[in-house]
């Protein structure tokens, strides 16, 4: 893998990992990509249930190695927690039959619950399993004080950072072979990648959220770290925006659908949703092509998957074989993946297809879609046509978000989305009022940036010089600018002092 495509990723999880450690030990990590830390909610939700007759896994010869969570509950159990029978019988009433299920459960609350010493849920409804426990907030602000918990996050830092050392290594390697497939040196703005190691549950599980736009893994201890589970979150982190970005070149694939519906060991939710049923298969290809051991056994991976009625690994797979002889990034790629897929071929390749009936257990919790706003889905998908250069289509989903959102920020997005539609149209003083309407609005500053650079530009087709040499000075007096706008500003600016030169 080329260094080049990831070494900016390198330094900001290596930097990200140190400043997870004392002395901000106490404090929850800051919003930012691609982190791999600990979390004080999750250690006080899992130190609570683990008062209250949390079990699983108790016997695990993990919890000789790592100490701690046999250590928490003795300590626990030496003191006075007036608030620990109300504890126990929320617990008892919410249990759940299965370890993983029990546990994710609370996984679930402690990522959405705010920080202590309070931690509140938002006022939102919540996906199911955290709305069931909204009651367990203040009991477990009473749990956190009664206890001194802060006093035992605090002891525990040791023990917590020797871990993370232990296992920083693989987790940063399977993110760096993720990135360096994919050729994505940027990340991804606004959304966040977010790893969690917590040393108080059952040992080898890896919990799988997301939220809105962002992803979260929840590990605990582990003779070997379950990589696998991490790079398929990340890949799907990385991935699942595009295929909302392309959801009408996706749909034109959806007569496939029938396929997986007819495969007994897959789960429902890939059943019900085609978009989500394509992104997994493409995980399923690309793991087929990092995975080590030669062809045979990459064969053999991508069969079970089909098998399993990830219906269309195969032909992703013999698609990524061209993506890697290409220089282009996987976002640019992607919507040749999706073209590439030949109904008529895969039909036939489908109908010799034996379904396994059932398929074997992972520790990973069954995916979920990518929960978008719908006028965060429809921008998502207007760009997609819009890169496709179908800009009637791109147009008419650009103009759905005035009617699904009057959030300005979104609706900023809409007009820039316009703007540029008019541009290609050569409607250039209808361009030039909804790079108006985009300046004004308060959408991302690097949008914002942009629609000055393009109001720069279009004065200049204008012959006011004075009017574009303003509006440069504005987008690059924009905070969050990007390079590639700032450059196009700066080459403005230089043309209207140069054209001012030869006036005089």
Not at 493 to 501: E, F, P, R
Request: charged residues 25%.
């Amino acid at each position: 893998m080329n260094p080049r495509s990831f070494g900016l990723v390198i330094l900001l999880i290596s930097a990200l990992i140190a400043a997870s450690v004392p002395p901000a030990f106490a404090q929850r990590p800051p919003t930012s990509e691609n982190q791999f830390s600990v979390s004080e909610t999750l250690f006080a939700t899992l130190a609570a249930i683990n008062a209250a007759g949390y079990d699983s896994g108790i016997d695990s010869p993990l919890n000789d190695r790592y100490q701690l969570r046999t250590q928490i509950r003795r300590e626990l159990a030496k003191r006075s927690i007036p608030c620990l029978a109300e504890i126990k019988d929320f617990y008892r009433v919410h249990r759940k039959p299965s370890g993983g299920a029990d546990l994710g459960q609370y996984v679930s609350f402690a990522l959405l619950a705010g920080d202590p010493p309070k931690f509140e849920l938002p006022s939102i409804p919540l996906p199911e399993d955290a709305e069931a426990l909204r009651g367990f907030s203040e009991l477990l602000a009473r749990f956190y004080k009664e206890a001194d918990i802060a006093a035992l996050w605090r002891r525990s830092a040791g023990a917590y950072t020797a871990a993370m050392t232990e296992y920083q290594d693989q987790v940063i390697n399977t993110l760096f072979e993720a990135n360096g497939y994919l050729r994505n040196p940027s990340g991804n703005e606004g959304r966040r990648f977010q790893i969690y190691l917590d040393l108080l549950g059952e040992p080898n599980q890896a919990q799988v959220r997301n939220y809105k736009a962002n992803y979260y893994v929840v590990i605990t201890p582990s003779y070997n770290v379950l990589v696998d589970e991490i790079r398929d979150a990340y890949l799907t982190y990385l991935v699942d925006p595009l295929s909302f970005k392309y959801a009408a070149a996706i749909k034109e694939k959806k007569i496939l659908q029938k396929y997986a519906e007819n495969a007994p060991a897959l789960d429902l939710a890939y059943k019900d949703d085609f978009q989500l049923l394509v992104t997994k298969c493409l995980i399923k290809a690309i793991d087929s092509r990092l995975l080590h051991g030669g062809a045979e056994k990459r064969a053999a991976f991508v069969d079970q998957a089909m098998r399993e009625g990830f219906i269309l690994t195969a032909s992703f797979a013999e698609s990524l074989l061209r993506y890697e002889k290409t220089p282009d990034s996987f976002k640019l790629y992607y919507p040749d993946l999706i073209a590439a897929i030949d109904v008529k071929k895969e039909k036939k390749r489908l109908d010799d297809v034996q379904f396994v009936q059932s398929a074997a257990p992972k520790v990973l919790v069954a995916a979920s879609k990518l929960q978008l706003d719908p006028a965060e889905q429809s921008l998502q998908e207007a760009e997609g046509l819009y890169e496709q250069r179908d800009l009637e289509a791109a147009e008419k989903i650009f103009k759905q978000v005035f009617e699904q959102t009057d959030n300005k920020s979104l609706q900023g997005r809409a007009y820039y989305g316009l703007a540029r539609i008019a541009i290609r149209q050569n409607q250039l003083h209808e361009a030039k009022q909804l790079f108006e309407r985009t300046a004004g609005s308060e959408t991302e500053p690097p949008i914002l940036a942009w629609a000055h650079v393009y109001l720069g530009r279009i004065a200049l087709a204008e012959r006011d010089d004075k009017k574009a040499s303003e509006q440069f000075k504005i987008a690059l007096a924009t905070d969050g600018i990007s390079a590639m706008a700032r450059e196009a500003a700066e080459k403005g600016l230089q043309s209207t002092s140069s054209t001012g030169d030869k006036s005089r």
